[in-house]
């Protein structure tokens, strides 16, 4: 009984924050100030203040993650909604989107190891470039940390936010594809949002882009584990 | 009831995430068991055997509430204070250097097969 109100506790707590710190981004919409962020920091805090574990946390915390599962079914419908654009743009998307999630984790291993990080960050950072729920998964199954995984993940997708227009004009990349295959294969759903800002074309790119990074990146993955 | 209709279809995904985990592990198919769920909704709301109106309601609300369903694991790093030290400014190093390059590799490669098939186009 305790345990049920314990989770509720913590649930309600979290969704209130979350609600809060959506409610400040809506007035103040810095990449800085990215909702996932802020109420992860505050939460932080609170356990850290309040002497509460991690696995505390958790009692509440599970009941969040088991909807990840399910999340990640459920982009299987901007896939299906952009189908048609996507059989239209299949070349484009395919070699942008391929490169793009070979390059994402083989620069991100590469990099890691280059600087003698030890193998549980090589690993975690592999998947750095997919949307967060499957790159918690491949992470875990690649023998990584998830919970570090989903910092960088956050990281590369404030970087696509922040600097995108930066770097898109730094590579020449001029078509509103190519803006939406780089943001959004590269920093998933934070790029998308940025890419939405050229454009309907950008937008559904990035969108696309996303979920099909996920699957290869999936794809990838789990063929790794077969050649170490 | 909306409501009711959106709780209704996130347990329609849900069923496609377990049904992707039994193949995960009965059939030893290596991806993850809701990419595999991912995939056969994908195929069957391609092959109209299922109605995009059976999940448009639950996976729009599913994906609109996407960043909070990441926070419980997010706030896992609280058991890796190292990631404050030196260690960690490495790692950050790495993340952007590499989207950097990543944002740069994807952009060029399809933008230089969008011309070139643009290009085709042109010839015939």
Same mark, same amino acid.
């Given at each position: 009984?305790?345990?049920?109100?314990?989770?509720?506790?913590i649930?309600?707590?979290?969704?209130l924050?979350?609600l809060?710190?959506?409610?400040?981004?809506n007035?103040?919409?810095?990449?800085?100030l990215?909702p996932?962020?802020t109420?992860?920091?505050?939460l932080i805090?609170?356990?850290?203040?309040?002497?509460?574990?991690?696995?505390t946390?958790?009692?509440?915390?599970?009941?969040?993650?088991?909807?990840?599962?399910?999340?990640?079914?459920?982009?299987?419908?901007p896939l299906?909604?952009?189908r048609?654009i996507?059989?239209k743009n299949?070349?484009?998307?395919?070699?942008?989107?391929?490169?793009?999630?070979f390059t994402?984790?083989?620069?991100?291993?590469?990099?890691?190891?280059?600087?003698?990080?030890?193998?549980v960050m090589?690993?975690?950072?592999m998947?750095?470039s997919?949307?967060a729920?499957?790159?918690?998964?491949?992470?875990?199954e690649?023998?990584?940390?998830?919970?570090?995984?989903v910092?960088?993940?956050l990281?590369?997708g404030l970087?696509?936010?922040?600097f995108?227009?930066?770097?898109?004009?730094?590579?020449h990349?001029k078509?509103?594809?190519?803006?939406?295959i780089?943001l959004?294969?590269?920093?998933?759903a934070l790029g998308?949002?940025?890419?939405?800002?050229?454009?309907?074309?950008?937008f559904?790119?990035?969108?696309v882009?996303?979920?099909?990074?996920?699957?290869?990146g999936?794809?990838?993955g789990?063929l790794?584990?077969?050649?170490? | 009831m909306?409501i009711?209709?959106?709780l *209704?279809?996130?347990?329609i &995904? @849900?069923?496609?995430s377990f +049904? #992707?985990?039994l193949?995960?592990?009965? $059939?030893?198919?290596?991806l993850?068991?809701?990419?595999?769920?991912?995939?056969?909704?994908f195929?069957?709301?391609?092959?109209?055997?299922?109605?995009v109106?059976?999940?448009?309601?639950?996976a729009?609300?599913?994906? *609109?509430?996407?960043?909070? &369903? @990441?926070?419980?694991?997010l +706030? #896992?790093?609280?058991?890796?204070?190292? $990631?404050?030290?030196?260690?960690?400014?490495?790692?950050?190093?790495?993340?952007?250097i590499?989207?950097?390059?990543?944002?740069?590799?994807?952009?060029?490669?399809?933008?230089?097969?969008?011309?070139?098939?643009?290009?085709?186009?042109?010839?015939?």
């Open positions: 009984m305790t345990q049920i109100l314990i989770a509720l506790f649930i309600s707590m979290t969704i924050i979350y809060g710190m959506n409610y400040l981004y007035y103040f919409p810095s990449p800085f990215v996932m962020m109420t992860g920091i505050v805090l609170l356990l850290i203040s309040f002497h509460v574990s991690y696995d946390y958790l009692i509440g915390g599970k009941w969040i993650n088991s909807l990840l599962g399910p999340a990640v079914v459920a982009l299987a419908y299906y909604n952009q048609q996507l059989r299949i070349k484009p998307i395919m070699a942008g989107v391929g490169i793009g999630a994402g984790m083989a620069s991100g291993a590469l990099l890691s190891f280059l600087f003698g990080l030890n193998k090589i690993l975690s950072m998947p750095k997919i949307t729920p499957v790159a918690m998964e491949v992470s875990s690649l023998g990584g940390i998830p919970a570090i995984t910092v960088f993940v990281i590369a970087i696509g936010a922040i995108g227009p930066i770097l898109l004009k730094l590579f990349i078509s509103s594809i190519g803006k939406g780089a959004g294969s590269a920093s998933h998308t949002s940025k890419a939405s800002e050229y454009g309907e074309l950008s559904s790119m990035s969108s882009s996303m979920a099909l990074t996920a699957i290869i999936a794809i990838v789990s790794i584990p077969l050649f170490f | 909306n009711l209709r959106i *209704a279809q996130i347990a &995904l @849900f069923a496609f +049904i #992707g985990g193949l995960h592990t009965y $059939l030893h198919i290596p993850p068991g809701s990419i595999i769920g991912l995939i056969l909704l195929l069957a709301l391609c092959a109209n055997v299922f109605s109106k059976w999940i448009n309601q639950g729009g609300f599913l994906l *609109a509430f996407l960043p909070f &369903l @990441f926070i419980p694991t +706030i #896992g790093v609280i058991n890796y204070p190292e $990631l404050l030290s030196n260690k960690g400014f490495l790692l950050l190093i790495v993340v952007v590499s989207t950097i390059i990543t944002i740069g590799a994807a952009g060029r490669a399809s933008q230089y097969s969008e011309n070139k098939s643009k290009r085709r186009q042109e010839e015939k």
